[in-house]
């Protein structure tokens, strides 16, 4: 996703009616728009002290290649970003990652999976991720099912398998990062993996990998078993 920081600084009501966001997509198509233009779409109104257009500009300094999903936290250190504006933005850039990669996106590789959850190696709590595979292994769903720290409690096959089930997903794999940075695996990584294994094996979903990830890189079970059999 690339983002485009160029656009007039005039407030709304100094732009021309035909160009104004909301007409200029009505009547040029999307495409036609800048970001920031669309974003002033999203947000609807400016603040009390900024016009919407301005509001945009800010939010669009704080995304960068490294960092393409701001964070809810950072949005609302924005003046004039309350909840509300923040949570329409979020869902706005989560909704169109997931309709512009997950029919596309292939999983083959374990680097394949730490490409997709890779925005939530810097969270400050653990994140389970679940991703749902057909039989061609191409992405169906990604979804997050747990926040907090990984157990057999809150890590429960019933929670991972419910909506595979659901997708007539063929396979799965899941990730979850470590906010400490390490890659150290905890006597709970294994078990909840184990689990899931032997879950799967019972549905006919099978589980591909678990990927433990952080900013500085992952670990593999599949790649790292594949190594001690060598």
Do not use: W
């Amino acid at each position: 996703m690339t983002y485009n920081h160029k656009a007039t600084t005039l407030k709304i009501t100094e732009i021309e009616h035909c160009d104004r966001p909301r007409e200029k997509l009505r009547d040029k198509g999307a495409l036609a728009l800048c970001d920031e233009e669309l974003l002033a779409i999203l947000l609807g109104s400016g603040s009390a002290t900024q016009d919407v257009l301005s509001l945009s500009k800010a939010i669009l300094n704080q995304l960068t290649p490294d960092s393409p999903i701001p964070k809810f936290e950072t949005l609302c250190k924005i003046s004039g970003i309350g909840p509300a504006k923040a949570s329409v933005i979020l869902s706005a850039i989560e909704f169109g990652r997931r309709r512009t990669q997950e029919s596309s996106i292939k999983i083959l590789t374990p680097k394949d999976i730490y490409g997709i959850v890779m925005p939530y190696a810097n969270h400050k709590q653990e994140h389970f991720i679940v991703i749902s595979l057909n039989g061609a292994q191409e992405v169906i769903a990604i979804r997050v099912i747990s926040v907090g720290l990984v157990n057999q409690t809150q890590v429960h096959p019933r929670e991972v398998f419910a909506d595979p089930l659901t997708d007539r997903a063929s396979s799965i794999v899941v990730a979850h990062n470590h906010p400490s940075g390490s890659l150290a695996l905890s006597p709970e990584d294994h078990a909840v993996t184990q689990k899931l294994i032997d879950a799967g094996k019972i549905l006919g979903i099978p589980l591909l990998d678990h990927i433990i990830f952080s900013s500085k890189g992952f670990y593999s079970f599949t790649e790292e078993k594949f190594k001690n059999n060598v």
